[in-house]
């Protein structure tokens, strides 16, 4: 009798198998799908991910308890969790585990070339393409081969703030993933000689744990910048993906709610020092917000590497002018270490009492930020969805993440700042 994985893995093959029917049948007729096959389709795509959450929960649950029947046998310590700073790729990182293969010959595979084989079904000169596109076909679209993946995913990485300002990467291969932490740093005492040791605070850990959450993306790409972009310039139409997708995954890191399927962002992590300015807000007319919120986090015993804030904060800082000379005012000495980073995923129509314009500023130590980032994504060629009136074709590309804080005393989050 088949065991209960191979039952759950049979009815996801059933449930693929079911969906591509209908998507192949649409294309071998070349049209779209009709409004019962599409709820067909839709039907199919939801059990496979239903039975793919409960394959993930229960591998999660073996690999834990393997990993408590390891700690509880004499041996080797277990390894931490892998995690990447911003000067590592996800690339290498999946090259060194074996999940993917180094790039082959002079040509390195491209996503650009792979998307537009996809679209077209002509794969002239992209055989190691044609190759990877082959049994990557899912009820929820095309599965991107590992190597293309991880790159698209790198290229989102260097288009993030939080990212530049060292955010850390934390790849996760599974649904969930635990990663510890330390909580409390205990308290060393001095002792004579001869005298007993007194007892003291020892270091004390938790650990946080990553759900990977979905962003789905529409991503609506000209056909003058899909058919006529520069072959030689291969990341043409990745970068544009990237770009689209980082700037969700910056807004989740600093002010997502935390309301599933939501990260939890910087903002509304518990143990993060809010600073107001005042019943309505307060306008900027020093750079003080920026020193008293880089001392803050210095008094919490971290080094801030990093400040981020809307680019409206940053004009404003700009036009400041010295009182007497009217010349432009230069950042005082205790900020020129640090960065001022611009994002518009910081808003600036907040309300704060009557004030409706008002915006944030991020200072942190930014190494303690987690992003946890499946190493795969998944996108689908909407046909039904191609914008004719434009000239455009659209995808909705699925990417799964989670944020976490290693520190929250490490974060100082200024609010009401007014221009």
């Not at 036009?319 to 432009?328: C, D, G, H, R, V």
């Not at 944030?360 to 130590?365: H, K, S, W």
């Amino acid at each position: 009798m088949p065991t209960l994985l191979e039952q759950l893995r049979e009815r996801r093959t059933a449930a693929r198998t079911a969906a591509d029917e209908i998507l192949t049948r649409a294309q071998a007729e070349s049209r779209d799908l009709t409004s019962e096959e599409l709820a067909e389709f839709t039907g199919h795509v939801g059990t496979e991910r239903d039975v793919e959450g409960e394959l993930d929960r229960r591998r999660d649950e073996e690999l834990a308890e393997l990993r408590a029947a390891a700690v509880r046998r004499p041996g080797p310590a277990t390894p931490h969790e892998p995690v990447l700073t911003r000067e590592q790729s996800v690339a290498a990182w999946c090259e060194q585990r074996g999940m993917s293969e180094p790039p082959a010959g002079d040509r390195p595979p491209s996503f650009d070339r792979y998307l537009r084989g996809i679209v077209s079904g002509q794969w002239d000169g992209a055989e190691q393409e044609r190759a990877m596109s082959e049994g990557t076909l899912t009820a929820g679209g095309h599965l991107v081969p590992t190597p293309l993946s991880s790159r698209v995913i790198d290229l989102a990485r260097n288009a993030m703030q939080t990212m530049r300002a060292g955010a850390t990467t934390v790849p996760m291969a599974a649904q969930t993933l635990k990663l510890a932490r330390l909580t409390g740093e205990g308290t060393p005492g001095w002792k004579s000689e001869g005298a007993a040791v007194t007892a003291t605070a020892d270091l004390t850990f938790d650990a946080v744990t990553f759900t990977a959450r979905t962003l789905t993306r529409v991503v609506t790409l000209s056909v003058e910048l899909f058919e006529d972009a520069d072959p030689s310039s291969e990341d043409v139409i990745a970068r544009s993906f990237a770009a689209q997708v980082a700037l969700e995954l910056d807004r989740a890191a600093l002010r997502g709610t935390g309301t599933a399927p939501e990260p939890r962002g910087v903002l509304n992590q518990t143990g993060v020092t809010i600073t107001t300015h005042g019943a309505n807000g307060a306008l900027i007319t020093n750079y003080d917000f920026h020193l008293d919120a880089v001392g803050a986090v210095r008094n919490a015993n971290f080094e801030p590497n990093a400040q981020i804030q809307a680019p409206r904060t940053a004009t404003s800082l700009s036009k400041l002018k010295e009182a007497t000379t009217s010349a432009y005012m230069a950042p005082p000495a205790g900020l020129a270490a640090i960065p001022r980073l611009n994002t518009k995923q910081v808003p600036v129509t907040l309300t704060v009492g009557t004030s409706t314009d008002c915006s944030e500023i991020y200072t942190a130590d930014w190494a303690n930020l987690l992003i946890g980032i499946r190493t795969n994504f998944q996108l689908l060629f909407l046909r039904e969805r191609y914008i004719a009136d434009t000239l455009s074709y659209a995808f909705l590309a699925y990417l799964r993440a989670d944020v976490q804080v290693a520190q929250p005393t490490a974060f100082v989050v200024d609010t009401g700042v007014r221009t």
